[in-house]
């Protein structure tokens, strides 16, 4: 361990609902724990759901949002304002229960400081979040609470019959707590509402590490999705979900007026239903513009399907597009457009909220929309698909601005000030309450 890091400081324990995949809350646990593994500590998951090695982690199944359990709470607390008896005795059972074995594997582990990911942020599992609540206070132990999506911010929550649940849990107002949120516009937002400090670390790749050149393996996607060589990728590389603003992509590809130009979408909707999937189904249809939706063929690691069908990891597939379209109307921070920008693509982006504010100003070349495209839009787009010393020009300085602002030492710095503070240091030596 690096010596200008507390001795009394040696194991982190990260509690979220699950670690597997390629959303974003996964792929940002997985890079801090990179990064802290780097520094010299050891990791361990807490968690609903894991791809990661089991002598590191401890399963509570009831911690996934997925879980019937806690799905059947969520069906019942959100979207009326009466709560019955038996809901509130649901949710305090199993916050109870959680509770217990996860007070038992920070015994087991040995854990001195709990990374609580998302799950102290937005209340898809109610109990998991008030048991956190509940260990840290009972075990005084050290706690970061790493925030990327609000409550606040989701339609769908704002209706519900557990406003004491969600005020005490999502966030938490505990001194063993210390709060990051991934932009700015985040991180005011919660120190209005809780009064509470909030600091900013952003989402973030290894751009210290260069990606790997494309093998032969990975140069089977095209042809396994049904492109010819000769066809242009166009990569939309998100779920299909409303906020991605996917028919943007499909308008592109209609105004460039190019029958090589396939957009590929590589996720599926996930948990918000597939509507929008319909009806981006129906404008692309309506365009007759070709959108293959990949998700079949795309999973967190490369490998065969039972039938044994290929399928590839982003990182097999980012680096063959011949362009990235990311027309989000809103987005927490964008581990899309890092992604693009790490692989050394070219990028179509709209200017969100967040990238105005925490992205945009960095200096990144991208083709911009606001809010609709435009002919000079289609017009660069043109030109980076023709030109490839001007594209080459452009990706290469995204890649420096992404070293220089979003590499992994970005999130070392921070997390190395957040565990030398007096008050993590004091309660890491904490003893062991009951």
């Known amino acids: 361990m690096h010596s200008n890091l507390p001795s009394n400081v040696r194991r982190i324990g990260f509690v979220v609902t699950r670690i597997a995949g390629t959303d974003g809350v996964s792929l940002e646990t997985k890079k801090w724990a990179d990064v802290l593994e780097g520094m010299g500590l050891e990791c361990c998951y807490i968690t609903g759901q894991s791809d990661r090695p089991p002598e590191q982690t401890v399963l509570i199944e009831e911690a ?15 979207g009326s304002e009466q709560r019955s008896s038996d809901l509130t005795d649901e949710i305090t059972e199993l916050a109870g229960n959680i509770r217990t074995r996860l007070k038992s594997a920070v015994e087991q582990f040995g854990i001195d400081v709990l990374i609580a990911e998302n799950s102290l942020t937005i209340p898809m599992n109610i109990p998991l979040g008030l048991a956190i609540v509940h260990a840290v206070q009972e075990l005084n132990i050290p706690c970061i609470a790493h925030h990327h ?19 005490a849990a999502f966030p938490p107002a505990l001194k063993q707590i210390e709060h990051v949120a991934i932009n700015s516009q985040a991180a005011e937002e919660f120190s209005r509402r809780t009064g509470l400090a909030c600091r900013i670390i952003p989402n973030v790749m290894d751009f210290a590490n260069p990606p790997k ?6 140069l089977r996607f095209r042809q396994t999705i049904g492109l010819r060589d000769d ?11 409303a906020r991605k603003g996917i028919e943007h992509a499909v308008e592109l590809i209609r105004w460039l007026d190019d029958p090589r130009a396939k957009l590929v979408i590589t996720h599926a909707s996930g948990d918000e239903g ?7 189904r129906r404008f692309a249809d309506l365009l007759g ?11 967190p690691e490369r490998g065969e399907t039972p039938d044994g069908q290929p399928v590839f990891a982003i990182s097999d597939v980012m680096p063959q597009a011949d362009l990235v379209t990311y027309p989000s109307t809103y987005e927490g921070f964008g581990n899309a457009f890092l992604e693009a920008v790490y692989y050394k693509r070219p990028i ?36 980076v698909l023709t030109d ?43 003893a062991t309450a009951g």
Request: net charge negative; proline share 3%; hydrophobic share 40%.
């Open 64 to 78: 996934h949002f997925q879980h019937p359990r806690i799905a059947a709470i969520n069906r019942r607390a959100f």
């Open 149 to 167: 999506d609000f409550h606040w911010e989701r339609e769908r929550f704002l209706v519900n019959s557990v406003d004491d649940f969600v005020r």
């Open 213 to 218: 050149l494309v093998d032969d393996y990975a």
């Open 231 to 241: 066809d242009l990728l166009i990569l939309q590389p998100t779920r299909v979900v």
């Open 274 to 280: 597939d509507s929008y999937a319909r009806r981006v």
């Open 289 to 299: 513009v070709e959108v293959t939706f990949a998700e079949k063929w795309i999973a």
């Open 348 to 383: 179509v982006c709209n200017r969100y909220a967040v990238f105005r504010t925490d992205i945009e100003p960095s200096g990144f070349r991208t083709i911009l929309l606001d809010g609709y495209l435009t002919d000079e839009a289609v017009a660069e787009v043109r030109r």
């Open 388 to 430: 490839n010393s001007y594209c080459l020009e452009m990706v290469e300085q995204n890649y420096n601005v992404g070293h220089q602002f979003f590499s992994y030492n970005v999130v070392e710095e921070e997390l190395r000030s957040i565990l030398r503070r007096p008050q993590t240091v004091c309660r890491c030596g904490r």
